[in-house]
């Protein structure tokens, strides 16, 4: 291998005179640049470690050389080869995540496309009801609108008479026919007590079955107008 300075002087001898570009191109770089610079400094794993190395104390100023330049050597055949396949991986990975947001989003914009269509189509679309549907749904009306307020009205009635047998006044009697007629009158009275509270009850129940009715109709033919 010729010494950098000697190569250099020859190469000078030689173009003392005007040279090309073509006749440049035309010379060998063998003879500019040797093969040895070309491939750069080979890689040292692990340097030549000396006898008296198990002597040596981390905490002395040899010791921390020795440290440095394993940690040197370490950082610059490994490390840096590690976060070069890591960022290989990321940039892999990367383009795998972009491809299906893109997706998502294509998705994502043609099911709103979809949706639009056909809330135009169903305002576009909307067929009347047929005569059958009328009259259901007249029905339904008169149902909710007339039976509804008769039980209110029923169930008003019936408060008003637990109210007056509650607090209705106790006649005058002797001594023992009042101390019969109170208990006669309050055992009369507790059973229609019982009686007009299982029967609110009753229609309480029945109150809140009839409304649970007409909403599930009520559901049912808006449903039906939407399916239309």
Same mark, same amino acid.
């Given at each position: 291998?010729?010494?950098?300075?000697?190569?250099?002087?020859?190469?000078? &001898?030689?173009?003392? @005179?005007?040279?090309?570009?073509? /006749?440049?191109?035309?010379?060998?770089?063998?003879?500019?640049?040797?093969? #040895?610079?070309?491939?750069?400094?080979? !890689?040292?794993?692990?340097?030549?470690?000396?006898?008296?190395?198990?002597?040596?104390? !981390?905490?002395?100023?040899?010791?921390?050389?020795?440290?440095?330049?394993?940690?040197?050597?370490?950082?610059?055949?490994?490390? /840096?080869?590690?976060?070069?396949?890591?960022?290989?991986?990321?940039?892999?990975?990367? #383009?795998?995540? &972009?491809?299906?947001?893109?997706?998502?989003?294509?998705?994502?914009?043609?099911?709103?496309?979809?949706?639009?269509?056909?809330?135009?189509?169903?305002?576009?679309?909307?067929?009347?009801?047929?005569?059958? #549907?009328?009259?259901?749904?007249?029905?339904?009306?008169?149902?909710?609108?007339?039976?509804?307020?008769?039980?209110?009205?029923?169930? &008003?009635?019936?408060? !008003?008479?637990?109210?007056?047998?509650?607090?209705?006044?106790?006649?005058?009697?002797?001594?023992?026919?009042?101390?019969?007629?109170?208990?006669?009158?309050?055992?009369?009275?507790?059973?229609?007590? =019982?009686?007009?509270? =299982? @029967?609110?009850?009753?229609? @309480?129940?029945?109150? @809140?079955?009839?409304?649970?009715?007409?909403?599930?109709?009520?559901?049912?033919?808006?449903?039906?107008?939407? =399916?239309?």
């Amino acid at each position: 291998m010729e010494p950098w300075n000697l190569l250099l002087t020859h190469t000078t &001898e030689k173009g003392s @005179s005007p040279v090309r570009f073509e /006749e440049l191109k035309e010379m060998d770089t063998h003879t500019i640049i040797s093969k #040895e610079l070309l491939a750069g400094p080979k !890689a040292v794993i692990l340097p030549p470690s000396a006898p008296d190395l198990r002597s040596v104390t !981390a905490d002395s100023i040899e010791g921390r050389a020795t440290l440095h330049q394993y940690f040197k050597l370490f950082h610059e055949n490994y490390v /840096e080869y590690a976060h070069k396949q890591k960022l290989v991986e990321v940039e892999k990975k990367q #383009e795998k995540v &972009e491809s299906c947001i893109e997706r998502a989003v294509q998705l994502h914009n043609s099911l709103e496309e979809r949706l639009h269509n056909l809330k135009s189509l169903l305002v576009l679309h909307k067929k009347p009801l047929s005569k059958a #549907e009328q009259d259901f749904k007249s029905e339904l009306d008169r149902f909710a609108g007339v039976e509804m307020d008769a039980l209110h009205s029923s169930i &008003e009635a019936l408060n !008003a008479r637990l109210r007056r047998h509650v607090h209705s006044p106790q006649t005058n009697f002797s001594n023992q026919q009042q101390q019969k007629s109170r208990r006669m009158a309050s055992r009369v009275q507790e059973d229609e007590v =019982s009686q007009l509270k =299982s @029967s609110l009850a009753k229609l @309480s129940l029945l109150n @809140s079955e009839n409304t649970q009715k007409v909403k599930l109709v009520e559901s049912a033919l808006e449903n039906r107008d939407i =399916s239309d």
